[in-house]
């Protein structure tokens, strides 16, 4: 048995809820059933893990085993993690009749040509997508399995969700992606979140939505003779969800929790000559935070909180698949990255 492997089983079952203890290592696997039934799962958490540690270690628990544990975990709890989207360009032209096995191996023996020490586990879903779990060491150091790298590519689509990578493996990790998959570039979109199926729902079209330009009423029609306070205040509200209907559809919108833009432009303040004399560009960030920014934005509208029509920055964010946006001293924009 590895040293580190009982620490990282651990850790494993730490993150697991009691909740789901049972179910998770019923999908695992590696415990006989007699075991699973010895478990009492009504018992404290710490006696529970204990009876499952021993157990494990009578089974001859070993690294690979525990990653495992660890996919299911990360498969089941996807929101847990950070992920950004990144997106294929310049599909290969045999890149249609990609399927599993070859991606697989090709994913694998690239980046293990790259890397000396590194640890890979992959795992096709029912929804076409295939999960990657990727643990990095280098040259001299074995792979850390604490803080892997998750991977999520939805096959035959361009779309990839990354989660935990940092800048010096990006590269290798960009590599054998492009290879497995067949095409000849991976960019960043510039989309962010916890919520995975979101995410996914986002670039993939996968909500309802209408997405067509306001166009404010005629004031005739906006002002009925009808008079009273209660009629006019119901009108305006109908008028308001019309509005927020058509900006960002009629039905639930993904889960999104955050918004940022960042300033590049001149600052214009004829009180604060030293800031408005410096030649080079104001830089801030400013980000808007809510368990659910695109259902708050579109009550804020709603209930007339927020103006109407809605700015173009904040309406975009569903049309353009965007929560990171660049506002330059040219206008609104976005990183050059390829659009969904």
């Not at 799962?41 to 495992?68: D, P, Y």
């Not at 920014?293 to 569903?318: C, D, H, N, Q």
Request: with cysteine.
């Amino acid at each position: 048995m590895e040293d580190s492997v009982i620490p990282f089983l651990e850790k494993a079952l730490q993150r697991i809820p009691s909740s789901s203890l049972k179910s998770i290592l019923n999908e695992w696997g590696f415990l006989s059933a007699p075991q699973l039934q010895d478990l009492h799962f009504q018992q404290s958490k710490h006696i529970l893990h204990n009876k499952v540690l021993a157990f494990c270690e009578e089974n001859g628990v070993r690294i690979r085993h525990v990653i495992q544990l660890d996919m299911i975990y990360n498969r089941e709890y996807p929101n847990k993690r950070n992920w950004s989207v990144y997106q294929f360009s310049e599909r290969q032209d045999d890149a249609l009749v990609l399927n599993m096995t070859e991606f697989s191996q090709k994913f694998k023996v690239n980046l293990k040509d790259l890397i000396r020490h590194v640890s890979i586990g992959m795992k096709q879903c029912e929804d076409d997508a295939v999960w990657i779990r990727v643990a990095w060491g280098d040259n001299f150091t074995k792979p850390n399995q604490f803080k892997p790298t998750y991977v999520v590519y939805q096959l035959h689509t361009p779309y990839v969700f990354i989660s935990n990578l940092n800048v010096k493996h990006r590269p290798l990790l960009s590599q054998a992606l492009v290879i497995a998959a067949k095409h000849d570039e991976i960019k960043e979109i510039q989309l962010r979140g916890r919520c995975l199926k979101s995410l996914k729902d986002l670039v993939l079209r996968r909500y309802k939505q209408s997405f067509q330009t306001y166009q404010p009423k005629p004031l005739q029609e906006r002002n009925s003779p009808e008079s009273g306070i209660v009629h006019e205040h119901a009108k305006r509200l109908a008028d308001l969800k019309e509005v927020a209907t058509q900006t960002f559809g009629d039905g639930p919108l993904p889960k999104l929790e955050t918004a940022v833009f960042k300033l590049e432009t001149k600052f214009k303040d004829p009180e604060n000559r030293i800031l408005t004399n410096r030649p080079e560009p104001f830089r801030c960030a400013v980000k808007f935070s809510s368990p659910s920014f695109l259902e708050s934005l579109k009550s804020l509208v709603t209930l007339g909180i927020a103006s109407a029509p809605v700015s173009p920055l904040l309406s975009s964010i569903p049309q353009k698949a965007r929560n990171h946006f660049v506002i330059s001293e040219k206008g609104t924009g976005v990183p050059s990255t390829p659009g969904p």
